[in-house]
């Protein structure tokens, strides 16, 4: 059985197995949760990122002229690296869906949550921090991003056991709070 908590804080500073990255799509850093993780992380995890994002296909954003322009991680799917100077031993990156842009299906968001128990589990995780994946930047309104973020977790076959999310402020905490009643 996995037990979930819920911490007001800093992510990147969990001492569990895995931290999970909201990571963009490119899976070299960016601002938010992406961006304070390689930061504390340090340079292996984006040395570790580059050699990821040279291995995966070209993404299907393509130019007025049809040519793929980038390759990248899509939406929902999840990868791992060290964890660098993090007290962690892996991040697990996952690119959350952008709420305007994804016509807010929830599958995608779902998908981010349980993509990431799975690659917890290849790699023997039995404790992992997410973050509210989507909520900041990528625009996902709160409460149903914690509901979708719950329920996803509570219906994963998961060896992982204690899944434990990690809230910037108090509105993010007390809408986890909320789901798990």
């Not at 899944?163 to 709070?177: G, Q, S």
Request: proline residues 5%.
């Amino acid at each position: 059985m996995t037990t979930l908590t819920l911490v007001q804080g800093d992510l990147t500073r969990q001492h569990v197995d895995a931290i999970v990255n909201a990571a963009n799509s490119s899976l070299l850093g960016g601002g938010g949760v992406d961006g304070a993780i390689h930061r504390r992380g340090g340079p292996a995890i984006l040395e570790e990122c580059r050699g990821l994002r040279a291995s995966l296909p070209h993404s299907r954003l393509r130019s007025s002229g049809g040519t793929p322009v980038g390759k990248g991680l899509p939406t929902g799917q999840a990868v791992a690296t060290t964890a660098g100077d993090l007290d962690a031993h892996w991040v697990i990156h996952t690119v959350g869906p952008v709420y305007r842009s994804s016509g807010s299906d929830p599958s995608l968001l779902t998908s981010c949550y349980r993509e990431s128990l799975r690659v917890a589990d290849q790699l023997g995780a039995r404790t992992i921090a997410f973050p509210a994946i989507s909520t900041g930047a990528y625009g996902w309104p709160l409460e149903d991003a914690a509901r979708i973020a719950v329920d996803a977790v509570r219906g994963a076959d998961t060896a992982v056991e204690e899944v434990r999310f990690v809230l910037f402020d108090a509105p993010a905490y007390e809408a986890f709070a909320a789901q798990l009643g």
